[in-house]
């Protein structure tokens, strides 16, 4: 198969209830510097996690449909909510796009942990969900999961809070308890956590494994490109659109914190739960 420049090269769609999906942009970028990307930041409804699973799914259709209609060819959900909500419906709904979704990585936590013990930090409506079930029901025989919401630390990422006094004491609340029962292994399930994890690592020290699924969804967003003939691989890293449906001004900031890059960014406007628009 003939790889595509990245000139002519399809767009792939990423999405996330806000800047949390950086992190597996990130990781895509990486793997696949020359692949057009289209970010979107639903930070108007931030966080998901705290909203009711059909209140996300509704979202999520939204912003897949927004997405489409700017060219994207593969949608990658860059969140655990929305992949627990809605994944399922989506390629219902769009049978002939291929999505990538995320999953909480208990698989490699339970093949890798010595002591038995994994901690887990997802949001509240991933706990509650099927797929979180199911896959604690196929991976992990003979391994004790701790689970915890961590309230209020997606909000604190949002603001870009990474190492300050309150995402500390959400992150010594959580995992205190967890240390003392054992854990040697964490699972980020949800995908704005990654970028706290200097600071998890300080808490739980050099010998606790901290898993960031980022890296095998970009090698799964890779594979999927490739078997649908969307694969861009040459030597020009391609560009990425930003867009947020909340300040464009401190999602810009953000991308400089977080990823080390300026972008501008463009403003997407909810016309009612069902409509995203851009802004006119
Ligand atoms: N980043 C998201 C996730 O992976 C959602 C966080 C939120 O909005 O609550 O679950």
């Known amino acids: 198969m003939t790889p595509m420049s990245s000139s002519n090269a399809p767009l792939i769609g990423v999405f996330d209830s806000g800047i949390g999906g950086l992190s597996v942009l990130r990781a895509i970028r990486d793997q696949l510097p020359a692949q057009p990307v289209i970010y979107f930041g639903d930070q108007a409804h ?7 699973l059909d209140e996300v799914r509704g979202f999520s259709r939204a912003v897949v449909r927004f997405l489409l209609g700017r060219g994207a060819k593969l949608i990658v959900v860059a969140c655990n ?3 627990v909500a809605a994944l399922h419906k989506l ?3 769009f049978p002939s796009i291929p999505f990538v ?7 490699p936590a339970a093949e890798q942990t010595r002591s038995g013990i994994v901690g887990v930090l997802a949001t509240y409506a991933t706990f509650q969900g099927e797929m979180y079930a199911s896959v604690v029901e196929r991976f992990a025989k003979g391994v004790t999961l701790l689970q915890d919401p961590c309230f ?4 604190e990422i949002e603001k870009g809070n990474l190492n300050g006094p309150e995402t500390r004491a959400i992150l010594e609340r959580v995992l205190g308890p967890m240390l003392a029962k054992g854990i040697d292994t964490v699972v980020m399930g949800c995908t704005h956590y990654p970028f706290v994890i200097p600071l998890i690592q300080q808490i739980a020290g050099p010998d606790v494994r ?8 970009a090698r799964q967003t890779r594979r999927l490109l490739d078997a649908h003939d969307l694969l861009a691989l040459d030597d020009r890293p391609a560009e990425v ?4 449906s909340g300040s464009p001004e401190d999602f810009s900031k953000l991308l400089v914190q977080l990823l080390g890059e300026t972008h501008p960014v463009a403003q997407a406007v909810w016309q009612d739960p069902d409509r995203l628009i851009t802004k006119p």
């Open 46 to 52: 931030v966080p998901y996690g705290a909203r009711s």
């Open 81 to 83: 909510t929305a992949s």
């Open 91 to 93: 390629r219902e709904e």
């Open 101 to 107: 979704g995320m999953e909480p990585a208990v698989k």
């Open 152 to 155: 209020g630390l997606v909000g």
């Open 210 to 217: 901290v898993i960031d699924p980022a890296p095998a969804i």
């Open 241 to 244: 659109q930003f867009y947020t």
